[in-house]
């Protein structure tokens, strides 16, 4: 995951979170549903890009390994 991709993803979870905390305040039952939304999806995001990362590091392990084994 780039640090570009991890910025904005922790971006609209806090902005969810924000959004959630005022719909809370002002008993707007449709800014907290959009701020949990917002939340769920950004959580959803990281979830992935880190199942990327963690794919991405198991493959960089194996080439070490082929590179160590072969040489």
Same mark, same amino acid.
């Given at each position: 995951?780039?640090? #570009?991709?991890?910025? @904005? !993803?922790?971006?609209e979870e806090v902005g #969810?979170?924000?959004?959630?905390?005022?719909?809370?305040a002002t008993d707007n039952?449709?800014?907290?549903?959009? #701020?949990?939304? &917002? @939340?769920?999806?950004?959580?959803?995001? @990281?979830? #992935?890009?880190?199942? =990327? &990362?963690?794919?991405?590091?198991?493959?960089?392990?194996?080439?070490?390994?082929? !590179? =160590?084994?072969?040489?």
């Amino acid at each position: 995951m780039g640090i #570009g991709d991890k910025i @904005q !993803n922790k971006a609209e979870e806090v902005g #969810g979170k924000i959004k959630e905390a005022v719909g809370d305040a002002t008993d707007n039952e449709r800014l907290q549903a959009e #701020g949990a939304a &917002d @939340q769920a999806s950004a959580k959803a995001k @990281q979830a #992935g890009e880190a199942v =990327k &990362d963690g794919v991405k590091d198991a493959g960089e392990d194996a080439k070490a390994a082929w !590179n =160590k084994a072969t040489n």
